[in-house]
C-alpha cells in the first residue's frame, strides 16, 4: 500500500510539473510577442535566433511510465520579413546578387546554421517544416534592369565570401598584429598596407602578455584581419571579395579564399550539414521567397540522387543546361538530371513550371531555398503553402 501511494504521489507531482512547465510556455507565447510582434530588420532577426536556440534547449517531450503524450518547448518567435532590393537606386547587377546572398546567409544564420536537425518539432505552429524568412521584391536600377539566371546566382554564391577565418592578435578591436619591436616600419611584415597607414601602440598591455612589444595596426580592418585592401582583386584564383571588414574609400577588401566559407559553403558545411535550392531565375518586377526547411522524414529524390544523409551535400540550380561540377566538391544538379527533362518549363522567363515541384520540398537535411512567391503558394497543396509566411509573430 505505501509503495502504490508513493507510485501514485510521483504520477500526480510529474503531472503538476507538466502543467507548470506548460503554463509557463503558454505565458511566453502570450505575453512576449505582444512586445515585440511589430519588431523589424535585424531586431526580428535577433530575436527569431535567440527563440530558436531556446525552443531547442527547452523542448521536452511527456513521457510518464514510457508512454509519449506529447510535448512542450518555448515558442519560436520568427516573422517574414518583407525586403525590396536592391536598397540602392545605383545598383549593379553584382550588388543585387551580394544582397540576396545576405539575405539566404542571414536566413541560414537564424535557424541554427545546421546546428539543430529538426528546428520544427512535432506539434510546432509552423507545421509544414519550412518558414519564409524573407520575401524579396526586385527592382530595377539605372545600372540594373536584366536576369540573373539561377546558374549565375549559384556560381555567385560559392565564388563569395561570406564567413572568414579571422587571423589576428586582437590587439586592437578591430584587429591587428603584436611584434617584438617598437619599430613602426616592421609592421610591414604583418599587414600588407601602404606604410602611411600603419600605425603602431607601443607597450600594448595584451602584446605584452603575449611577450611581444607593440601593437601594429591601422583604421581599416580588412588589413588588421590580414586582408588586402585595393581596387581589383589581386587574384581570382586566391582571393575573393568580402565586405564585412572595412577599407580607405574607393578600395574593396580581399581574403584568402583558404581562410573562408563562400556563402554557399556555409550553407552546406559551416554548422552542420545543408542544402541550397534555386528554383528559379530572378528579375525585376517579381517576388521572390527565400526559405528555410527542416528535415521532412523522407526525402525520395535524395535517393534517387544518390545525396542522403551523411553523403555529400549538394547546391541545385534548377535550369536546363547547367553543366556538372563547378566550384570545389559541390555537385550541381539540373531538373532534368533529376527528374527528366519534362520537369523544366520557363513560365515568362524566370519561373520553372515544376509539375512535381513538391517533390524537392521533401527533405532529409535542412535545406534553403530560393522561388518565386508562386512556387510555395501553390492552390492544390493540401493544408495551404509549402512554406509557412508569418507577418506579425503575434499571429504565429
Partial sequence: ?????????????????????????????????QFIGRAEGKTAEAICRGSVALREKSYTEIR????????????LLCKTIDKFVPENKDATKEDVEREIADLTASCWKEFGEGSIQDVF????????????????????????NGEIKAAELRQFLFNNANKVVEKSDDCKVNGGFCINTENVNDCSAKISADPSYLLINKKDSLCRKEGKNSC??????????EGVCGG???????????????????????????????????IQSFGGPGNLMILTDLKPGETYAISFGSPTGK?????????????????????????????GTVGVLTVSALFGAGYVAGKGGSEFAVENIGNLFERDINTIYITTLNQIQEGNIPNGNRCTIVKDIRSN
Fill in 1 to 33: 500500500m505505501h509503495l502504490y501511494q508513493n507510485k501514485k504521489s510521483m504520477a500526480m507531482g510529474f503531472l503538476i510539473g507538466v502543467l507548470i512547465l506548460t503554463a509557463g510556455f503558454l505565458l511566453i507565447s502570450f505575453i512576449i510577442p
Fill in 64 to 75: 510518464p511510465v514510457g508512454v509519449n503524450l506529447g510535448s512542450v518547448a518555448s515558442p
Fill in 121 to 144: 518539432k512535432q506539434g510546432d505552429q509552423i507545421s509544414k517544416k519550412c518558414f519564409v524568412c524573407y520575401t524579396v521584391s526586385l527592382r530595377t536600377t539605372s545600372k540594373f
Fill in 216 to 225: 601594429c595596426y591601422t583604421d581599416y580592418e580588412c588589413w588588421n584581419r
Fill in 232 to 266: 581589383d582583386n589581386p587574384d581570382q584564383n586566391l582571393y575573393a571579395q568580402y565586405n564585412a571588414w572595412e577599407c580607405p574609400q574607393g578600395t574593396k577588401c580581399f581574403v584568402k579564399k583558404e581562410d573562408y566559407y563562400s556563402y554557399g559553403n556555409y
Fill in 299 to 327: 526525402c525520395g529524390w535524395c535517393t534517387y540522387a544518390g545525396i542522403g544523409t551523411g553523403v555529400a551535400t549538394v547546391a541545385i540550380a534548377l535550369i536546363a543546361g547547367v553543366p556538372t561540377g563547378g566550384v
